[in-house]
Nanobody, 126 residues
Framework: QVQLAESGGGLVQAGGSLRLSCAAS????????LAWFRQAPGKEREFVAA????????YYADSVKGRFTISRDNAKNTVYLQMNSLRPEDTAVYYC???????????????????WGQGTQVIVSS
């Protein structure tokens, strides 16, 4: 069983930065592929960023490319999302998710991720 707990959300002005963290419990964290998704009010959950279980590959949604960075620290069982140049349209609940299947490629669809955190709210004011 894997448990994920996000933190680091909050209220920030447009142009500002936040760093989200997601701490994982469970064995073999280094074998998890990890991703961040977000869901804005009235919208479907959307992919934001992912990092492979080997840590060598990352992938970003076009809307955040160049502004957000996903990283992982296997010693701390934690994945991070550094968010810079935030925009009001980045306002959403952000979720981290884990895929334990050790795929050779990154997946961007939510149904491929078996474990989810409870989410952390990010509000970007204009």
């Amino acid at each position: 069983q894997v448990q994920l707990a996000e933190s680091g959300g909050g209220l920030v002005q447009a142009g500002g930065s936040l760093r989200l963290s997601c701490a994982a419990s469970g064995r073999a964290f280094s074998s998890y592929s990890l991703a961040w998704f977000r869901q804005a009010p009235g919208k479907e959950r959307e992919f934001v960023a992912a990092i492979s279980w080997r840590g060598g590959s990352t992938y970003y949604a076009d809307s955040v490319k160049g502004r957000f960075t996903i990283s992982r620290d296997n010693a701390k069982n934690t994945v991070y999302l550094q968010m810079n140049s935030l925009r009001p349209e980045d306002t959403a609940v952000y979720y981290c998710a884990a895929d334990l299947s050790r795929r050779a490629f990154i997946v961007v669809v939510s149904y491929e991720y078996e474990y989810w955190g409870q989410g952390t709210q990010v509000i970007v004011s204009s």
